[in-house]
């Protein structure tokens, strides 16, 4: 099993920055790919940003260009950060953190508990 905690959420004002991360615990030499979504009240929970274990990037069209997703691969533990700059309205949401691996019955997906990014006008 994969185990995630995210930090790093909170209030900013339009046009602010904000960094979250994402660390991985448990079985990280079985992940192939980590992840953020994000959830607004009303809305589905939608794709941010992906990395893979090589290192391979894909973004939310609403994101490319404000948004960066990077991965650090220490010998015990795996971090994913999101750098976020040129917030907007649109942006607030409960962000998770998302890992995929290989697990003992196949390719399964574990999720962090969720940080809130609140973004002020």
């Known amino acids: 099993q994969v185990q995630l905690v995210e930090s790093g959420g909170g209030l900013v004002q339009a046009g602010g920055s904000l960094r979250l991360s994402c660390a991985a615990s448990?079985?990280?030499?079985?992940?192939?790919?980590m992840g953020w979504y994000r959830q607004a009240p009303g809305k589905q929970r939608e794709l941010v940003a992906d990395?893979?274990?090589?290192?391979?990037?894909?973004?939310a069209d609403s994101v490319k260009g404000r948004f960066t997703i990077s991965r650090d691969n220490a010998k015990n533990a795996v971090t994913v950060y999101l750098q976020m700059i040129s917030l907007t309205p649109e942006d607030p949401a409960v962000y998770y953190c998302?890992?995929?691996?290989?697990?003992?019955?196949?390719?399964?997906?574990?999720w962090g508990q969720g940080t809130q990014v609140t973004v002020s006008s």
């Open positions: 448990g079985s990280i030499f079985n992940i192939n790919a």
């Open positions: 998302n890992a995929v691996f290989l697990g003992p019955t196949g390719v399964v997906q574990s």
């Open positions: 990395i893979t274990s090589g290192g391979r990037t894909n973004y």
